[in-house]
């Protein structure tokens, strides 16, 4: 018999990519974790004044992966605005933040539920990243989850909190993994309810 691929979903085609939106806070690390994640090691970058779009390739375990299609966006105050026509008909959101900055982490919080009450966003999974784990000071996991109230988003929207480290790479592989699960999940539940239509 061999070695057998598990097969794909009816509900995934084969090779597409996952349209997927990296938003957070300016200097949360968004660029150096799209780029850790492309090249596998660390790059300092730049502020991003506009955007970025890189395929990346993520391991599933296995032979198998999928690609997701990264829109990374600029978060100084006057590139939010545009963070929606990025989501529109995104299959996953992103939300970076940095955890050695607790004094930001109210203004994170709101643009956070900004997102998530938007109504072309219901229901979209999101994946928060607490990045810079690596820094002395950086909050735990939990500490960030409570500052930016994930347990208050509405129950339409899965999210999932990961810690990880754009200088290392940790817990990137995991947080992607999870996102992956979640619009997994959302696709197979939306296809559902057209078919009971």
């Known amino acids: 018999m061999g070695n057998q691929l598990a097969p794909v979903p009816p509900f995934m085609p084969h090779l597409q990519a996952l349209h997927v939106v990296v938003v957070g806070l300016d200097a949360a690390g968004k660029t150096s974790l799209l780029y850790r994640l492309k090249f596998q090691e660390f790059v300092k970058s730049a502020p991003t004044k506009?955007?970025?779009m890189e395929k990346i390739r993520v391991p599933l375990g296995g032979s198998r992966a999928i690609t997701f299609q990264v829109w990374d966006v600029g978060g100084q105050e006057k590139l939010r605005p545009l963070w929606k026509s990025y989501m529109r008909r995104t299959d996953g959101v992103v939300f970076v933040v940095d955890s050695s900055e607790a004094e930001r982490l109210e203004e994170a919080r709101v643009e956070l539920h900004k997102i998530v009450r938007s109504s072309e966003n219901q229901g979209?999974?999101?994946?928060?990243?607490a990045n810079k784990q690596d820094v002395v000071q950086a909050l735990s996991v939990a500490e960030v989850e409570k500052f930016l109230g994930l347990p208050e988003?509405?129950?339409?929207t899965s999210n999932h909190i990961q810690g990880c480290s754009a200088v290392s790479g940790q817990g990137l592989q995991q947080g992607l993994e999870k996102l992956y699960e979640m619009i997994l999940k959302r696709k197979k539940a939306l296809r559902t309810s057209k078919k009971k239509r």
């Not at 979209?124 to 990243?129: A, D, E, G, I, K």
């Not at 988003?153 to 339409?156: A, D, I, R, V």
Request: proline residues 8%; aromatic residues 8%; contains cysteine.
């Open 50 to 52: 506009g955007f970025n």
């Open 153 to 156: 988003l509405c129950t339409s």
């Open 124 to 129: 979209v999974p999101m994946l928060v990243l």
